[in-house]
Every structure is written in C-alpha cells, then in structure tokens.
Nanobody, 124 residues
Framework: QVQLIESGGGLVQAGGSLRLSCVASGDSFGNYVMAWFHQAPGKEREFVAGISWSGIRTLYADSVKDRFTISRDSAKNTLYLQMNSLKPEDTAVYYC?????????????????WGQGTQVTVSS
C-alpha cells in the first residue's frame, strides 16, 4: 500500500523550468520502482521517465531525454522530476507512479500506485 501525492506543476514559458515532487507514504519507498507519466488533453497517458529502486538506472522518453532529470530521495520518500527547456508540447497532467519490482518499465499497466496528478502548462 503506497499513497503518492504530486506537487510543483504550474504555468511556465517555453524554455523555462519546473521541478515536480512526489511524496510517498506507506510501504518502504526504497523497494519501489518509480516513474513519471503525463497525459495531454485528448491523448493517452504516456511514459516520461522512470528510476529503479536503487536510483542507479533511469529511463527517459525520447521526447524528454537531455531535458528532464528524474531522481529520488529515499530519506524523504520523495521522487522528483526536474524539467528544463520546457516546450509547449510538454503541456499535460503529470502523474507519479510506483511499482514493486526491480525493473524500470515504460508501460503504465506495470505500475501499482498512482498519484492524483499535477498540471504543467507551457506557453509559446
């Protein structure tokens, strides 16, 4: 049982930055693979970035690699997504997700727990 709460979304101009946070409570945070997904209006929920339970392995969608950085702080039970060089196409609701396991997965069905989402809007 894990509860996830995202924060940090907002409105930013293209080229700007935001840092999303996801605070987890419940089971041991360190034993969960964590990921960020996003969903734009009229589109399917898509994988953005994931991080292994150890924090060593990361995976990024092609659209965000070299711009976004996923990280985790086990002591604070918190997942982060640092988003730089934001583009209008990054506009979406961003969701934190967690799964029990050892591998980072890019498919949402592999994740057991989800946050409520936080809105990110990037203007041109």
């Amino acid at each position: 049982q894990v509860q996830l709460i995202e924060s940090g979304g907002g409105l930013v101009q293209a080229g700007g930055s935001l840092r999303l946070s996801c605070v987890a409570s419940g089971d041991s945070f360190g034993n969960y693979v964590m990921a960020w997904f996003h969903q734009a209006p009229g589109k399917e929920r898509e994988f953005v970035a994931g991080i292994s339970w150890s924090g060593i392995r990361t995976l990024y969608a092609d659209s965000v690699k070299d711009r976004f950085t996923i990280s985790r702080d086990s002591a604070k039970n918190t997942l982060y997504l640092q988003m730089n060089s934001l583009k209008p196409e990054d506009t979406a609701v961003y969701y934190c997700a967690a799964r029990a396991g050892i591998g980072v997965k890019a498919v949402g069905g592999n994740y057991d727990y989800w946050g409520q989402g936080t809105q990110v809007t990037v203007s041109s």
